[in-house]
């Protein structure tokens, strides 16, 4: 019986460090894409920021989230437009300044007012 018991002990230990080992490898790759990835996310009416900013001559990957509502990112200036349908693109920012975001779906009543900017420095 304490053998079993030893041997249950060890056999969890594994299962518990496998397990630690695994979240901290999903946390580093979570932090690397967050330096790659401008993730813009649109509930009913706003932004979940009203200022975004990047860096002049970054590439990043610009993906949408919709949190609420069906909404479409776009970003006339930089060419860039985001739906359901199509949540990502790859973006080089090389254009410095301020540009408008905005809900280009009618979404509502409060769709008007649905905008953010983007810097680019």
Known sequence: MFILFIGAGILGLGVLFNDISQKQAEAAASKAEAGTTLKVTMSNWKFDQAEYQVKAGETKKVTLVLAEGVHELNIPDLGIKLNAQNRQAEVKFDKPGKFEM????????????????????
């Open 102 to 121: 905005h809900c280009s779906l009618p979404c509502g009543q409060g769709h008007e007012q649905m905008k953010a900017t983007l810097v680019v420095q």
